[in-house]
C-alpha cells in the first residue's frame, strides 16, 4: 500500500507540475463565476460536501495458467511405435508411473546376427585355447591371447546386452510426482524418434499466472483476485504479483506480468477465469460523486454554492472510477458541491 501511495503522489506532481491552471487556480479559488440570483435557498440544489476517502481503480486483466515447476516427458529411445496413451489432462501422477506403452521397432536379423557372432567368437577362443603347451613360453602366449580375445568377447556381449536392454523398453514413465497438463496429439500405431513429445506435467502446489499488461498498471507485491467457475459455483483466489514490467527500461518490458497464487485450484478448475487488481489504491483524498464533475474540453469543473451564489469551480482530478472522482486540487471539504436539483 505505501509504494502504491509513493507511485500515486509522483503521478499526481507531476499532473500539478505540468497542469497550467492559471493564478486563481493555484489558489483554488473559484474562475467562473454564473449569473444567478443571490437567494440560493429558493433554487433547490442540492448539495454535498466534499469528504476524505479511500480512492480505488480496479483494473481487469486478461491470463492464463503458468507452471513454474513442470516437466516435459519426451521419449529418448530408439524408434518405437505408440501402442497406448496411459493418461489424459488433469490425472494425477507419481514418480514411476506409465504415461505411454511402446513397442521398439528393431530388426530380428540384427539380433540373430549378435547372437550367432557371439557364439562363434567363443567356440573360436575355446579352440584357439588348446593351441598353447605348458611350457612358460607357451603359458605367456596363453594369457595374452586370452586378454586379447577376451576384450572381444566382451565387447560382442555388452553390444547383446545393449540391445536387448534397448527392444525391452515397454513404456514411458513420469520421473516426478505432477499432473497432466496436456497430452500431445498421437495416436495409437504412430512412429516416435528420439526427442518426441509425449505429454507435460506440472507441481500442483505453485501456479502463477501469466497476465497481460501492456498499460503496466500491475506492480511487484500488489495482490490480485482471481474468479473462477460456472454459473453459481464460482470460486474466488487471490495471489501476488511477482514479476512486472513497472520498474524496468522500455526496451526490456514485455507486456507480462506473473502473480503467485496462495492457494491454487486444480488446473481443472479454471473455467470463465476473470482477474483483477486495485491497481490504484490511496486513502486520505478528496472524493466527490463522479457525476458532480463536468469535463470541458481538457479541463474539469464542479458547481459550488459560495458566498450565496452557485459558482463553476476549475478543479484538477487524478483520476475516476465508476462511483467517485478523485480531487487533487481546487476543492476542500468545506466547500458545498452542487450534486443536482
Not at 497542469?19 to 443571490?38: D, F, P, Q
Not at 502473480?259 to 483524498?285: E, H, Q, W, Y
Not at 481538457?298 to 459558482?311: A, L, M, W
Request: hydrophobic share 35%; proline share 3%.
Amino acid at each position: 500500500m505505501l509504494r502504491t501511495k509513493r507511485v500515486a503522489a509522483a503521478i499526481i506532481l507531476a499532473v500539478l507540475t505540468l497542469s497550467s491552471c492559471g493564478k486563481e487556480a493555484e489558489k483554488g479559488e473559484a474562475l467562473i463565476y454564473e449569473n444567478t440570483a443571490t437567494n440560493t435557498a429558493t433554487e433547490g440544489y442540492k448539495t454535498i460536501k466534499p469528504e476524505k476517502g479511500t480512492y480505488i481503480k480496479t483494473a481487469n486483466f486478461e491470463g492464463s495458467m503458468y507452471f513454474p515447476n513442470k516437466e516435459e516427458i519426451v521419449y529418448t529411445g530408439s524408434e518405437a511405435v505408440l501402442k497406448k496413451i496411459c493418461v489424459s489432462f488433469g490425472d494425477e501422477v507419481k514418480a514411476g508411473d506409465l504415461i505411454a506403452e511402446i513397442e521398439v521397432i528393431y530388426d530380428e536379423l540384427d539380433l540373430k546376427k549378435l547372437e550367432l557372432d557371439i557364439k562363434n567368437a567363443e567356440n573360436s577362443f575355446e579352440a584357439g585355447l588348446k593351441a598353447f603347451d605348458d611350457s612358460k613360453e607357451g603359458k605367456a602366449r596363453k594369457e595374452l591371447y586370452i586378454l586379447e580375445n577376451s576384450k572381444y568377447l566382451d565387447m560382442l556381449k555388452k553390444s547383446l546386452a545393449d540391445f536387448n536392454e534397448r527392444i525391452s523398453v515397454k513404456g514411458i514413465y513420469a520421473a516426478n510426482d505432477g499432473i497432466v497438463s496436456n497430452v500431445d496429439s498421437i495416436s495409437i500405431g504412430d512412429k516416435l524418434t528420439y526427442g518426441t513429445h509425449i505429454a507435460t506435467t506440472y507441481d500442483p502446489n505453485e501456479i502463477w499466472m501469466e497476465l497481460s499488461d501492456y498499460a503496466c498498471d500491475l506492480r511487484y507485491g500488489m495482490e490480485i483476485t482471481l474468479e473462477t467457475g460456472v454459473a453459481k459455483n464460482r470460486q474466488q483466489f487471490t495471489g501476488t504479483v511477482i514479476y512486472c514490467d513497472d520498474i524496468l527500461p522500455d526496451s526490456l518490458k514485455k507486456g507480462v506480468a506473473y502473480a503467485k497464487l496462495n492457494d491454487p485450484p486444480s488446473a481443472g478448475a479454471f473455467m470463465n477465469t476473470s482477474i483483477r487488481a486495485n491497481v490504484i489504491d490511496i486513502s486520505g483524498v478528496i472524493l466527490v460523486p463522479r457525476n458532480a464533475v463536468e469535463p470541458a474540453d481538457t479541463e474539469n469543473y464542479v458547481r459550488t454554492i459560495e458566498n450565496g451564489k452557485p459558482h463553476k469551480r476549475q478543479v484538477i482530478k487524478g483520476g475516476q472510477n465508476t462511483d467517485v472522482a478523485w480531487i487533487v486540487r481546487g476543492l476542500d471539504e468545506n466547500i458545498d458541491v452542487i450534486n443536482g436539483r
